[in-house]
């Protein structure tokens, strides 16, 4: 069983229109993360959110962390080519210390 | 500052062969971590360090050791490589421990095992 569930896995668009994924799960958490991995490349941070309810935006990228802080969404509004990537949520376990676990992403493509 | 810098970024290997993928980071940080990515996958954690001398098993150790000699290097060992073990790998370091702080990744290298 993952700890993190990301749907949907696959996500093919059309530039301008708007979607939203998600990280789900059953465990409570201190704070969640959201990177995004460009093809070729390593993950960047985009976001931490760490209160229940928090709303962080990052120009069309809205990101929510759940009121019981189990889980998050990313919403992207007027999607451009430039946002295609793999989004990845990631969260520390509370016993594992410094170690990061990751979902298995949701792969994102938006086309021209 | 160049980040987390990994080499080679390339690498076919032959059943049974052994190679060191090297990480180095310049930002004086002192958590070091090497992650796996599969095909469509998430990362998952090999290996990772709290400060030079200290190293500790992730969530798929098997196949794999590290040393770190240095706050700069995290060097991921593969010895009698096999097809299982085809994959990305990525080496990442952050700061601190703390769970909102940031892992900063290298670019990766891309193994295949033949």
């Known amino acids: 069983t993952q700890l993190l569930e990301q749907s949907p896995q696959f996500l093919s668009i059309q530039e301008g229109e708007n979607l939203t994924v998600y990280c789900n799960s059953s465990?409570?958490?201190?704070?969640l993360q959201w990177y995004r991995q460009e093809p070729g490349e390593g993950p960047v941070l985009l976001v931490t959110v760490v209160t229940g309810g928090e709303v962080k935006k990052l120009k069309r990228l809205t990101f929510q962390f759940g009121d019981a802080r189990k889980d998050s969404s990313l919403h992207i509004t007027a999607a451009q080519p430039g946002d295609t990537g793999l989004y990845l949520c990631a969260v520390h376990k509370e016993t594992s210390g410094s170690r990061l676990t990751f979902g298995e992403g949701t792969q994102l493509t938006v086309n021209p | 500052n160049a980040g987390v810098t990994q080499t080679p970024k390339f690498r076919i290997l032959k059943i049974g062969q052994s190679m060191t993928l090297q990480c180095t980071q310049d930002m004086n940080h002192n958590y070091m971590y090497w992650y796996r990515q599969d095909p469509g996958m998430g990362l998952k954690l090999i290996y990772y360090s709290v400060g030079a001398g200290i190293t500790d098993k992730g969530e798929v150790p098997n196949g794999y050791n590290v040393s770190r000699s240095t706050t700069e290097d995290f060097p991921l060992r593969l010895e009698l490589a096999a097809p299982s073990q085809t994959s990305v790998y990525f080496c990442a370091s952050s700061y601190s421990n703390r769970a909102a702080d940031t892992q900063y990744f290298g670019p990766g290298t891309r193994l295949t095992v033949l």
């Open positions: 465990s409570v958490f201190s704070s």
